[in-house]
């Protein structure tokens, strides 16, 4: 889930841009068990690395003046197959399984965010897996054998705070769920959370949808085996950037009534909806959030002031174009991690593991079919969408899931959302791959988790007067975006040079949001509990961008609306 979108987050590598740290890989081991790692005194810190016995390679480093605190890190998503150089955005990416041992978006801020923490005196450590792709069953066992291996080598690691990014995060969890005695606290980031097929479903849905709408050449699941699979999905990678890009093109040049493109094969009475809005009921219905790095859903162009026909344009622009922009912005994301993320499973599982046979599109939408009104062209226009997405309808053949493939994706590594140890996520309130509703899910489980824990308390208060509050083990800390941040050329055109904003895009954090997560999770870890009052404040004002709101809930995956 990570790197999905950028070429400069193609190949994760941590390598000497500073005098600090500088890395050389060792040959790999190719028994089955670990060698010892190698390791260098470089005078400031001592650095190791090694492969653990299924083959992962991975790199600690741990500062001269060691507090005895190791953070372990887990890389997000990373394509389990080559791109071919040609295809747009993605093209170029070779299958690297480089050790990360800090969070970031380039090597710069892996470097910057590392190089902090050892000053700081906190160890680092990081490995790149055995394999790529969907991988916690695999990233699990690796981690747990590298902790060993750790605290072999340095005897004086008393605490261990696991983290990483997107699917990193969901190994993090997973790894604090299964071997709480492992870890003493745990800071998944942008994390997915819950199952596989949870993520899957927001993927299959969009997917789905776009093809439905927009080009029914698109394969979208059912890979073939072999070659055949490889180029089908790269083909359907391909044919996604088409329609996004013709569909960019189409609302430049009308954004009221933006032309369908001409792949599309829905009858004349649809092509008399906006395309626009065809857009934004995929994406709401799968559940790729509207707001995106550039559009707010909140600002259009023109000075609303200037008169009342600006205002009316303003506010229309705002409530019916942003929308379909920032849907059409966040969605090739989405598309794309559909495309790789089900192609690598189905490839594990042995088949089809999407089914929407008896998907309730109208159900899926719930009151976001109100909410998004405008954007859809008006209630009349979205049941026209919802009826030509019917199962009745043989013009939208939906997919039939694999019975026993689907066993088998449920079979790999699921949370229980049981939280063992002080836990400290870190989400975006619109990101476009790994949606706030993971962190949601995982919030609402420590709810409960904390509700029965009370109920016990009160429960031995009462037969043996004895009463100790229980605490809450989990704190969300929430980039949020602000609530006006697009921006308009003099013409009046959306400017989408500017830099992503807070809240938004994938994983989209600053090294110092990243540092105050690992602070405050360095602080759990060493109290066994989380940091709250003025010192949490504090550090969040200072990261710049992060809230601690503990009212605040985003909404859930479409997934867990059984429409």
């Keep these: 889930m990570k790197n999905l979108m950028s070429t400069k987050n193609k190949v994760i590598a941590f390598l000497a841009s500073t005098s600090l740290v500088t890395m050389t890989m060792v040959a790999l081991p190719s028994a089955a068990h670990a060698a010892d790692p190698s390791c260098t005194n470089l005078v400031v810190i001592t650095q190791c690395v090694g492969a653990t016995s299924d083959g992962a390679p991975y790199v600690v480093q741990v500062p001269a003046k060691f507090t005895g605190t190791l953070f372990l890190f887990s890389h997000g998503y990373r394509h389990f197959v080559d791109i071919p150089v040609g295809i747009p955005l993605v093209g170029g990416y070779v299958i690297t399984n480089t050790p990360q041992p800090a969070p970031g978006r380039t090597v710069a801020e892996i470097t910057q965010v590392a190089t902090s923490m050892l000053g700081k ?13 969907w991988n916690v069953d695999s990233g699990l066992k690796t981690n747990v054998e590298l902790i060993a291996i750790i605290k072999k080598q340095f005897p004086k690691v008393t605490k261990v705070v696991a983290w990483g990014e997107s699917l990193g995060g969901f190994i993090t969890q997973a790894l604090a769920e299964k071997y709480p005695t492992l870890v003493d606290a745990a800071a998944p980031l942008c994390m997915a959370a819950g199952s596989v097929e949870a993520a899957l479903t927001m993927a299959g849905d969009a997917l789905w949808g776009l093809k439905t709408f927009f080009d029914p050449t698109i394969v979208g699941s059912n890979y073939a085996a072999g070659a055949a699979g490889y180029a089908q999905a790269m083909g359907d990678i391909v044919k996604v950037l088409t329609v996004a890009g013709t569909l960019q093109a189409a609302i430049s040049a009308n954004p009221s009534a933006p032309a369908w493109p001409a792949t599309s094969t829905v009858p004349a009475s649809l092509k008399a909806i906006p395309s626009r809005s065809a857009l934004v009921l995929v994406g709401v219905m799968s559940g790729v959030p509207t707001q995106s790095a550039h559009f707010d859903n909140s600002t259009g162009p023109g000075d609303p002031t200037s008169s009342a026909a600006a205002a009316s344009a303003y506010v229309s622009y705002a409530a019916a174009i942003s929308p379909a922009l920032g849907t059409l912005e966040n969605i090739t994301a989405a598309a794309i991690l559909g495309v790789m993320a089900t192609y690598d499973v189905e ?9 929407n046979t008896k998907t309730d599109y109208a159900a899926r939408l719930g009151s976001d079919l109100y909410t998004y009104g405008s954007a859809l062209s008006g209630l009349d226009a979205a049941s ?8 009745l309808n043989p013009a939208a053949p939906r997919v039939v899931g694999n019975p026993t493939a689907i066993a088998k994706m449920r079979a790999l590594m699921s949370h229980t959302g049981k939280i063992n140890v002080p836990t400290i996520t870190l989400a975006a309130v619109a990101d476009n791959a790994t949606p706030a509703g993971h962190v949601q899910w995982l919030a609402d489980r420590a709810a409960e988790q904390l509700t029965a824990s009370r109920a016990a308390a009160k429960a031995a208060f ?9 605490a809450s083990k989990l704190m969300s800390i929430w980039q949020k975006t602000p609530t006006k941040y697009s921006k308009y050329t003099a013409a009046g055109s959306p400017d989408t040079t500017p830099a992503g904003a807070n809240g938004t895009g994938h994983c989209n954090t600053t090294p110092a949001q990243n540092l105050a997560i690992a602070d405050l999770a360095y602080a759990a870890a060493n109290t066994g509990q989380l940091v709250v009052g003025g010192k949490l404040l504090t550090t969040l004002r200072k990261a710049g961008g992060l809230s601690y709101d503990p009212g605040f809930q985003a909404s859930l995956l479409k997934f867990y609306n059984k429409g």
């Design 121 to 133: 005196g906190y160890a680092v450590a990081g490995s790149g897996f055995a394999r790529q792709g």
């Design 384 to 391: 026209g969408m919802l009826a030509y997405l019917s199962p």
């Design 347 to 355: 490839l594990q599982s042995g088949g089809t593991v999407f089914d």
């Design 462 to 470: 009462l037969a043996g007067g004895t009463y100790v509050k229980p």
